[in-house]
């Protein structure tokens, strides 16, 4: 069919635009054809922009010519329709679409393109495979619900940029092509042509540009900005992603928290929900006690102490060593197990034993006990605030030889705990209810920030220590003195924001001081020639007058992801990468030719 050029026509509306009150205005739409119905003298057509779709006639008695026209679109074609707006009679009125009460009748129709037929139809309802759609990302974007996503995206972003900008954040842009920053992931790297055998490294973030923002005397810093991490492949991890980055001068980590608090609560209302703050707030020590894990979900009960059950006679008829932690898991509503599931406690807890080597502990088997020792049972009901119908399960700690009350095995008490509750919470998911969906989007949204990180982690194989959040970390005031004797029981004033098990966010108050940093670099074993060839610009710049400093930076996808009401990264980034970091779309990583690496001075092994 020839095509029409679109001239000087102008939109009137948008396709999603026109209701009841239109009624008889002239209107010119341009967009997609989403669907096209022939009835034989009248056809209908769907046309469909970001915004909606509207309806239009072609009525053969009415226009034949037209009709005709209408007869060989196809869909995907893309349209200018000219036509009238008449109410729909209500019989045919739809429901489902914002222009439902209303229809066009076209009297003008513009082909502007045609379409080869699509490998899937934006329309098309069914599940479509990822990689098909990723391949053809332009159809998939087309669709309804990825429309919704990027849109949101657009609102969520906006929102958080007011907000800072609002409390006098400056958004600033720092280098793509720089050097290796501290995050400890594996660096993507840019050849330089003009200094061969050189290379620059994207950023895994903007850490020390940010501190050195505020060494400039910026106050306020942030930036939505791409980072990149060479990470091994994980299914939801994109090796670019978009943080929300931001430092601040002279905060306490309450500061921080209040401005993060500020721009989420900005972001769900841009998504329609309304987040109550202050977050609850927990030190590292409570949520692996409390919780077993350092990002708690709170939507289910603690776990409890449940060491006042036991008298001592007890302990030793049960043959449990009282110095042991011991906690009861409750989860909410499981009603009565099965033998079937009791079988699968057990095995449970077995696997729980093989995953953690510290861990001596057992699910205990809970009708046992019930049997041996019902006053217990009941008392360890109790103290769980346990109803009728809650499963309870205790973690008890076994006298396995020899390690038993380290401090590792104390931990692995509580973080096994932590892995059971976690794994009975998703088995009985149908039952407790708590992370029940309702409509798109989870209701039920429980954040917190976790506070006082340990500084360091040891690394075994390397027999080392390394910094938990990143090197540029300030120890707290109060274990200055511990840095050398006990690096292991140094806190950090290192904070992460949790929501619903998810940490979204990591942040830190910064070293300001020269003689702290070496300290720092000092315990993780880094000799000073080390960190200036790796930081030296930075060290540098700590000498000039460096205020106290601090912040944070949250992951933006994330955020989306969990507002958008999506199990995948990749439902809410317009062009994401597969879990094995390929572009689909355009096909990237690539071999490039012999003369690109010639120019580079490059040669692959
Ligand atoms: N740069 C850190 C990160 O990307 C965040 C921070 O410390 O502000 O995890």
């Not at 006042?308 to 007890?314: G, H, I, L, V, W």
């Not at 769980?384 to 380290?406: N, Y």
């Not at 959040?469 to 140094?490: I, N, W």
């Amino acid at each position: 069919m020839p095509l029409d050029f679109l001239g000087d026509l102008r939109r009137t509306h948008m396709c999603g635009e026109l209701r009841a009150e239109h009624t008889g205005a002239r209107v010119i739409l341009l967009g997609w054809v989403n669907r096209r119905r022939d009835l034989g003298n009248v056809i209908f057509i769907d046309v469909r922009d970001r915004s909606g779709m509207t309806q239009l006639v072609f009525d053969k008695g009415e226009n034949a010519a037209v009709h005709e026209k209408a007869s060989n679109l196809r869909s995907e074609y893309v349209i200018a329709a000219i036509g009238k707006v008449r109410r729909r009679d209500a019989d045919t009125i739809n429901k489902n679409i914002a222009t439902g009460e209303i229809e066009v009748t076209v009297d003008e129709l513009k082909l502007l393109n045609e379409s080869k037929l699509p490998p899937f139809l934006p329309s098309e309802a069914g599940p479509i495979n990822e990689e098909v759609r990723l391949k053809y990302r332009y159809i998939d974007l087309r669709r309804e619900n990825m429309q919704a996503n990027i849109q949101l995206r657009h609102n969520v972003a906006l929102a958080i940029r007011q907000d800072l900008a609002a409390r006098g954040f400056l958004e600033i842009e720092t280098p793509f092509m720089t050097r290796s920053t501290p995050e400890g992931a594996r660096d993507y790297l840019v050849p330089s042509r003009v200094h061969p055998g050189e290379f620059y490294a994207l950023p895994q973030s903007p850490q020390l540009f940010k501190q050195i923002l505020m060494i400039s005397g910026f106050d306020k810093y942030f930036q939505i900005v791409r980072c990149f991490r060479d990470e091994d492949l994980r299914a939801d991890r994109q090796p670019e992603f978009t943080q929300i980055d931001l430092e601040m001068s002279f905060p306490q980590p309450d500061r921080v928290f209040e401005v993060v608090e500020s721009f989420l609560k900005a972001a769900f209302k841009a998504a329609g929900i309304d987040l109550p703050t202050p977050f609850v707030r927990m030190t590292y020590d409570q949520a692996i006690r409390q919780y077993g894990i350092d990002k708690p979900d709170m939507r289910l009960p603690a776990m409890t102490d449940i060491r006042p059950a036991f008298t001592d006679e007890d302990l030793a008829e049960l043959r449990i060593d009282g110095n042991l932690n011991m906690v009861g898991i409750r989860i909410p509503n499981v009603g009565k197990i099965s033998d079937r599931e009791k079988k699968e406690l057990r095995a449970l807890s077995e696997e729980l034993g093989k995953r953690n080597k510290d861990f001596a502990g057992v699910l205990y088997d809970f009708a046992q006990l019930e049997k041996k020792r019902p006053q217990v049972a009941a008392k360890i009901r109790e103290l769980c605030g346990a109803g009728a119908d809650d499963l309870v399960v205790p973690v008890v700690g076994i006298a396995a030889e020899g390690k038993t009350r380290s401090a590792a095995n104390q931990k692995a008490q509580f973080t096994s705990g932590g892995e059971a509750r976690l794994e009975l919470a998703r088995k009985y998911a149908d039952k407790h209810k708590a992370f029940e969906r309702t409509g798109e989007v989870a209701r039920d949204f429980k954040l917190l920030w976790v506070t006082d990180f340990p500084m360091f982690e040891y690394d075994e194989g390397e027999r080392r220590w390394n910094a938990a959040h990143h090197p540029f970390t300030s120890p707290h005031e109060q274990d200055m003195d511990k840095l050398q004797a006990d690096p292991g029981a140094v806190r950090a004033l290192a904070y992460d924001v949790v929501l619903n098990g998810t940490e979204l966010g990591s942040g830190s108050i910064r070293i300001h001081r020269q003689d702290i940093q070496k300290q720092i670099f000092t315990s993780l074993g880094m000799t000073d020639d080390e960190a200036r060839s790796r930081f030296g610009f930075f060290l540098d710049a700590l000498e000039y007058g460096t205020p106290p400093h601090g912040g944070i930076a949250l992951g933006l996808d994330r955020i989306v992801m969990i507002l958008a009401g999506e199990d995948s990264l990749r439902e809410v980034i317009p062009f994401p990468k597969t879990a094995k970091a390929i572009d689909m779309m355009v096909d990237a990583p690539t071999p490039v030719s012999e003369a690109q690496l010639r120019d580079l001075g490059i040669k692959i092994r």
